[in-house]
């Protein structure tokens, strides 16, 4: 037997065995796939003004070049958060993940459901969005004009 042979064998079939893929199982949380292992992960030129609030077991990560961004997950979600402008209002509740990138105005989002929410402002009005439902709620904002969007339900909308 070659020791290519044995040590995949080792390595693949021995359980206990150091090498052995036992010792190597895949532990890493989905949420976290960067594997950072905090639950709040706040950058950017102005991480000081970033109120982040967790109650459960979920995630934030806020990168704040911006205004205030104000996080909160009540559950097991995740909030990806990037804000370059004004303050930004964001809460979750349930299992369900909102991922942002404000380049506009003023920003509020809220999601309670388990749906996923994307929104992707350059807005220079106000743009407001909640998600009361299961379904994937995607946006893009922009002009002048403010902007609201509220979904109730299972079904997938885009924004315009």
């Known amino acids: 037997m070659s020791s290519?042979?044995?040590?995949?064998?080792?390595?693949?079939v021995i359980p206990g065995c150091e090498g052995s893929s036992a010792?190597?199982?895949?532990?890493?949380?989905?949420?976290?796939p960067a594997g950072k292992g905090s639950h709040i992960v706040v950058t950017g030129s102005h991480a000081g003004d970033v109120a982040p609030t967790i109650t459960g077991g979920g995630y934030i990560?806020?990168?704040?070049?911006g205004g205030h961004v104000a996080a909160t997950?009540?559950?097991?979600g995740k909030e990806d958060i990037v804000n370059n402008g004004?303050?930004?209002a964001v809460t979750l509740t349930g299992k369900g993940y909102l991922n942002i990138v404000n380049n506009g105005q003023v920003l509020t989002a809220t999601n309670t459901g388990n749906g996923e929410m994307s929104i992707d402002s350059t807005a220079t009005g106000a743009v407001t969005v909640t998600n009361t439902g299961n379904g994937r709620v995607t946006v893009t904002a922009t002009?002048?004009?403010?902007?609201?969007?509220?979904?109730?339900?299972?079904?997938d909308i885009v924004y315009p």
């Open 4 to 12: 290519l042979v044995r040590a995949l064998l080792v390595m693949c």
């Open 143 to 155: 002009g002048a004009a403010a902007i609201t969007v509220t979904h109730t339900g299972d079904d």
């Open 86 to 88: 004004a303050a930004v």
């Open 61 to 65: 990560t806020v990168e704040n070049n």
């Open 23 to 32: 010792d190597h199982a895949d532990t890493s949380d989905p949420l976290d």
């Open 73 to 76: 997950v009540t559950g097991t």
